[in-house]
């Protein structure tokens, strides 16, 4: 779920950046498409910014999913 288009389904891409402050935001985009969506709840103030990688990592877990 995307907070500008709702649902997206199919190949995605996962880009989350981390803003000096701490705060965390996850996008997905079509594959190869311009444009990037805010995962809806996908931003949080990360206490340490090195669990960055760990938390794109699981992201990418959850949306890297087969159909079914």
């Not at 995962?39 to 990360?46: A, D, K, N, Y």
Request: with cysteine.
């Amino acid at each position: 779920m995307t907070d500008e288009v709702g649902v997206v389904t199919g190949d995605l891409e996962l880009r989350t950046e981390l803003s000096d402050d701490g705060k965390l935001l996850a996008q997905v985009r079509y594959e190869g498409a311009d444009e990037w969506y805010a995962i809806t709840g996908g931003s949080c103030v990360l206490a340490d910014p090195r669990d960055h990688e760990q938390v794109h990592s699981l992201l990418h877990g959850l949306l890297h999913r087969p159909e079914g």
